[in-house]
Every structure is written in C-alpha cells, then in structure tokens.
C-alpha cells in the first residue's frame, strides 16, 4: 500500500471502478500511437468490467493527445462494444455549448445509452495557449454555471434560444457530470444536482472538504435523486511491491522533469537535485493519493479511500513507467477487484 496518505478502514459493498485514460504519447513517436492504445486500453478494460473509461481535453501538451475528447470518444466507440464512454472532462468555457450538445448528441446517437459528458471549467493549458491559439476570454470560466445550464437544455430539447434545436444532441440527455478539484464544482454540482467527480489524482489537498460539501448541500434533480460522487486515484500496480515503487519512483521523477524541467534534457544527477528541490517536492505530492504494490495492496488502498470520502465511484489513472507495464497494471487491477 502507498504511505502516501493515512486512510482508514474499509466499510459497505464494492463500489464502480473506472478508468481515466490521458492518451500519453511516450518519447519519439506520434500521437497515431497513443490512440491505438487507448483501443488496446478500452478493449482491455471492457472485457476486465470496469464501468467507463474518460478522456480528458488538454492543449499544448507534448505527452498527452487527448485534445479532442469527442473524436477519440468515437474512435474508440468503434472498437468496443459495451463499456462506458465519455469525457473527463471538456473544458467547457473553450467552446459553445451549443457546439458541445452537438458533438455529444452525435455520439449518443453513434452509441446509444454508453456517452457520459464530464465538464470542467479551467482551460486545459497555458495562459498562451488560451489567449493566442484558442482565441478564448480568459473571463469565460464566470459563466460556466450558466453554460452547464445552456448545455443541459439542449440535450434535453428544450432549447435556450428560440427556434435552436441541436441536432444531433435535442433529446439525447446525455448525462452531465461537473468535474473539479476545488469548492466550487462541489458547490454547483450540489446545487444542479448532478454527479460530481473530484480530481484528487493530480489536486489531493481539497477532496475530503470537497466531499463533505457537495453531499451535504446536494439538491435532488430530474437527473439525479441522490448525490453521486466519483473520486479520482492513481495506480502503480505490480508482481511485487518493490517492483510497484520503483515503478511508481520512475513515475513521480518523470512528472518532475516535465512540469519542473519542462522536459528538457538533463542528467540523473541533475534531476537528483530537481527532485529533490521545493517544487520537485510539491509536484510529487499532486500524486499523494497513490495505490502503489500488489493486487492485495491496491485493492485495500482503494477500499480504504473510497471508505474516506464515500465515494460511490473511482475512476483510476494507471500510473506506470512504459505502456506495457501499465497494461499490465490494468490486468492486476482488474482481476483484484473482481
């Protein structure tokens, strides 16, 4: 079990297991890569039961090509046939919500009954990126409440504008989920009454209080009848613990070099120092909640962190150096959990 975070005993029945899937573009290859594998990954994940597997949009990113969620969404609808698909999330103040009832209408319509529509509110990527490429106001995030609304209601076909219908999209209702990592995705999840789901995967300091609130102030809807909270955590799972924390080593080093070092080229020695620097440390600790070893020990450690925060769901990123291991990973996750 990771020591990264105290957690106590486990208690009720099993809860929804998911996969989040950060389309990572390993060294010295194009993203056409990453995307076979998010097939491979899906495919995997269908036939091990996990529930859905997201995608989130990010831009400017070298290691991850998941910037168009609803096309890799749809490219991956086609090689599976089951499992749940959908975004984690679309950076909703990036586009019009008119634009987005539409690209999820069509994919509700391409796979009936398998879409799920994540929603968050921060860009996805560098003030440049958002400002020069874009071209979005950077005070698009104050309306996002309203947008979420505006987006909701199309799907539903019940237009916001006058004489609009979105098509694909009017009718569909593909569920929304409002993703965070901070109050107030907690506050207005609660109060739209719609799922929540927090991103303690890389955000850890706020989940608990984030937890608390949103069941507290949830107001029931026509979408949901009770609150419905997913969390999410890191994996490093492997054969034996000492292979998973050097696994997990490997990770939490890798992470550094590329948000501290920017991912330029350095020696061992040099990121030995990087690492072990103030913000080497603080990047290491977005990864606080971390299930690190055996199938036994990864089982417990979710256990007991759903137990923390009462989640009814967990939506796992397999944190691993190379993609065969992380496969590998999924396998000793999934057959752990069954």
Do not use: C
């Amino acid at each position: 079990m990771s020591d990264h975070a105290a957690l106590p005993k486990p208690q009720g029945s099993p809860l929804t297991l998911s996969i989040l899937d950060l389309a990572f573009v390993y060294e010295g290859e194009a993203p056409a890569q990453s995307f076979k594998r998010s097939v491979q990954l899906a495919q995997n994940a269908e036939a091990l039961g996990f529930s859905r597997v997201w995608y989130a949009e990010h831009h400017n990113m070298p290691r991850i090509s998941s910037s168009a969620p609803a096309v890799l969404i749809s490219h991956v609808g086609a090689h599976t046939s089951t499992i749940r698909l959908g975004s984690g999330g679309v950076m909703l103040p990036n586009h019009a919500p008119y634009t987005i009832a539409e690209q999820f209408g069509t994919l509700a319509e391409l796979y009936p009954g398998r879409i799920d529509l994540g929603l968050g509110r921060a860009p996805g990527t560098d003030q440049t990126t958002l400002g020069r490429a874009l071209r979005r106001d950077p005070r698009a995030a104050d309306s996002f409440p309203q947008d979420v609304v505006e987006l909701q209601q199309f799907l539903a076909g019940n237009s916001p504008i006058p004489g609009v219908q979105a098509v694909p999209g009017a009718g569909t209702n593909v569920p929304l989920y409002i993703l965070g990592s901070s109050l107030f995705g907690a506050t207005l999840a609660a109060k739209l009454g719609l799922p929540y789901a927090f991103a303690s995967h890389f955000a850890p300091t706020h989940l608990e209080h984030a937890a608390k609130v949103y069941r507290e102030e949830f107001t029931p809807s026509e979408a949901l009848s009770e609150p419905y909270f997913i969390a999410a955590v890191n994996v490093t799972a492997a054969d034996t613990m000492e292979q998973a924390q050097e696994d997990f080593t490997q990770v939490a080093r890798a992470s550094v070099k590329a948000m501290a070092g920017r991912g330029r080229e350095m020696t061992e020695e040099q990121l030995d120092h990087l690492v072990d620097s103030y913000a080497g440390q603080q990047i290491i600790s977005m990864l606080n909640y971390t299930a690190i070893g055996t199938a036994p020990d990864v089982a417990e450690y979710l256990e007991r962190f759903a137990a923390m925060v009462n989640a009814d769901e967990l939506i796992v990123s397999l944190r691993s150096p190379n993609w065969d291991k992380a496969l590998h990973g999924l396998d000793i996750l999934g057959n752990a959990w069954k």
